[in-house]
């Protein structure tokens, strides 16, 4: 009997934590974000991880400088670093995630000035994976709708 219980607490975690790995909210934008090496030249992109592996010490650098190498470094030990991510907006947080190539395609189109100029905004429902500290990947997009809304952005 008392394994049943177990057994059923474990099915109960494991359903409710697939739940939890889904988020549907509105693609949010900000003006600048460099936080991945997407959007980089090949050539900035190997400057980035050189630079990434080669500063002299820790020491010289300022408190944002080496949280900002760490936060590169661990997109890189992710696997992270060269993909391309979106911003989704739910309540009042924006969440960045991190995106397969092959789902940045499905929603690369969408621009801040056109979806504004239509008073339109776009809902995103996806599964993901949370990585390390607040870092997160996808490579499922489940919905995509755009509806009439005003498209939520960093001012």
Do not use: C, W
């Amino acid at each position: 009997m008392k394994n049943y219980i177990y057994l059923f607490v474990a099915f109960f975690l494991l359903s409710f934590s697939s739940e939890s790995n889904k988020i549907k909210g509105d693609l949010y934008f900000k003006r600048v974000d460099i936080s991945s090496s997407e959007g980089m030249t090949k050539e900035q992109a190997e400057i980035l991880k050189y630079n990434l592996h080669n500063y002299k010490t820790k020491d010289s650098l300022s408190i944002s400088d080496l949280e900002l190498v760490n936060y590169f470094k661990l997109l890189e030990k992710n696997n992270l670093l060269e993909l391309p991510f979106i911003y989704l907006k739910k309540e009042d947080k924006a969440q960045k995630i991190f995106l397969s190539k092959k789902e940045y395609e499905k929603v690369k189109s969408f621009t801040l000035s056109d979806l504004n100029a239509r008073g339109k905004k776009v809902i995103i429902e996806l599964k993901y994976e949370a990585k390390e500290n607040d870092i997160y990947y996808s490579n499922n997009i489940i919905s995509i709708q755009e509806t009439d809304g005003e498209t939520p952005s960093h001012k």
